[in-house]
């Protein structure tokens, strides 16, 4: 309960950021409203960027359930102190990746140091140093797995994609190797039917890219919680 009030608190400051980096790669962040350009200074701000976008319902209610959820699978440990910041981190991830098919690579780095430091140095001060061995093999894997379905011709899947599948792998294979399994299946389970119904609905074409970020951070959370 005070997860799921902290999620939504926290997740009305997830707008503005999102929409200030949703950019082109190699671009500044924006400092004007995408679309009646006023002018957006501010990192920090609850509630919608600019005072012509409708109030983040979605983002908001997103971060209720996960964080709600999050705090209610793991209760009050230790563990749930590095999971919440980096679920509210993966919600920014996700709407940047929604808008402009990025994962900017200073945030994907901000969640490997914000998850794998204190979960390692954790493990390490209770005496399971196999857990930070079997979490950086599964990072490994969960890269590798990655990189070579980015290496298919077509496969619409990026650089980023690869980074943030390696350190969603080291959260999931520090809990364990059945988190590590449905973290790496749910992806495709999400994206594949939402892709042949595009399809079939004729809104996309065979090449339309699809974020694969969010689907990631959703199989990340159902290996979390299932795990
Ligand atoms: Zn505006």
Do not use: Q
């Not at 790669?25 to 509630?47: E, F, L, N, Y």
């Amino acid at each position: 309960m005070c997860a799921a009030v902290f999620g939504g608190a926290a997740a009305a400051f997830v707008p503005c950021p999102a929409h200030r980096l949703a950019v082109p790669r190699g671009t500044r962040p924006r400092s004007t409203c995408a679309d009646c350009t006023a002018a957006v200074a501010t990192w920090v701000r609850a509630g919608a960027p600019c005072r012509c976008a409708r109030p983040p319902v979605w983002t908001v209610t997103t971060g209720v359930l996960v964080t709600g959820l999050l705090g209610a699978t793991i209760g009050p440990a230790p563990r749930l102190l590095v999971l919440l910041p980096a679920a509210l981190l993966g919600l920014l991830l996700a709407v940047i990746d929604f808008r402009c098919l990025r994962l900017p690579d200073p945030l994907v780095a901000l969640l490997a140091a914000g998850t794998a430091l204190p979960l390692g140095a954790g493990a390490l001060l209770a005496g399971e140093p196999a857990r930070v061995g079997r979490a950086a093999l599964a990072a490994l894997i969960s890269g590798v797995f990655y990189l070579i379905i980015a290496l298919l011709p077509g496969a619409g899947l990026g650089a980023g994609d690869v980074k943030l599948a390696t350190v969603l792998g080291f959260v999931l294979g520090f809990l364990g190797w059945p988190a590590l399994a449905l973290g790496l299946l749910t992806p495709h389970l999400i994206n594949g039917p939402i892709a042949v119904a595009l399809l079939l609905t004729r809104r996309a074409a065979r090449r339309t890219a699809l974020p694969l970020g969010p689907a990631l951070l959703a199989g990340a959370l159902l290996g979390i919680l299932l795990s």
